[in-house]
T-cell receptor
Framework: QQQVKQSPQSLIVQKGGISIINCAYE??????FPWYQQFPGKGPALLIA?????SEKKEGRFTISFNKSAKQFSLHIMDSQPGDSATYFC???????????FGQGTRLTINP | DSGVTQTPKHLITATGQRVTLRCSPR?????VYWYQQSLDQGLQFLIH???????AKGNILERFSAQQFPDLHSELNLSSLELGDSALYFC??????????FGPGTRLTVL
């Protein structure tokens, strides 16, 4: 019940296109959903996050869409750039439990 | 730069040995978390400390232990190392338990 399932495992998008990564969770006690971006050899970097009482959050080219009833959320990267090529992880956290449960990751490649 | 520092960056050691990984959280963050990242297991939560006290344990082996010191830095001790312990070990910190800020990691190779 702690799992966060992420898809696809890998994604190739042309420069300027929209990248979409999907996640689904089971535990309705999750109350914070961050997305992380990780470049090879680096630590995960917090990209954007959302709480379940909000249906959408936008920061620059990055948007999280959240569907509480379906227990799903997704990351949209608009106008995708080669510099966005990285591995993206979704996660859920129960703030009282104080640990992140990560999805399996999506390796995103933006072709120039 | 997240503001979280980890040392060493790389560590190569032999099976059966013991190593210590060090983490300094962002200024003002009282929480320190340790995560293990391997190719087949992804990012796995190990343990959480808050202001010197252990708050939560994840899939941490008994051969592994951690502590957080009064200056809030933390150490992860890995003993009786096995080949399967080879992984990236990340430390993260947060102020309110929400967004975690990750350090650059320590790559451990057990030969």
């Amino acid at each position: 019940q702690q799992q966060v399932k992420q898809s696809p495992q890998s994604l190739i998008v042309q420069k300027g296109g929209i990248s979409i990564i999907n996640c689904a969770y089971e535990n309705t006690a999750f109350d914070y959903f961050p997305w992380y971006q990780q470049f090879p050899g680096k630590g995960p970097a917090l990209l954007i996050a959302i709480r379940p009482d909000v249906s959408e959050k936008k920061e620059g080219r990055f948007t999280i869409s959240f569907n509480k009833s379906a227990k799903q959320f997704s990351l949209h990267i608009m106008d995708s750039q080669p510099g966005d090529s990285a591995t993206y992880f979704c996660a859920g956290i129960i703030q009282g439990a104080q640990k992140l449960v990560f999805g399996q990751g999506t390796r995103l490649t933006i072709n120039p | 730069d997240s503001g979280v520092t980890q040392t060493p960056k790389h560590l190569i050691t032999a099976t059966g040995q013991r190593v210590t990984l060090r983490c300094s959280p962002r200024s003002g963050d009282l929480s320190v978390y340790w995560y293990q990242q391997s190719l087949d297991q992804g990012l796995q939560f190990l343990i959480h400390y808050y202001n010197g006290e252990e708050r939560a344990k994840g899939n941490i082996l008994e051969r592994f232990s951690a502590q957080q010191f009064p200056d809030l830095h933390s150490e992860l001790n890995l003993s009786s190392l096995e080949l399967g312990d080879s992984a990236l070990y990340f430390c993260a910190s947060s102020v309110d338990g929400g967004g975690h800020y990750f350090g650059p990691g320590t790559r451990l190779t057990v030969l």
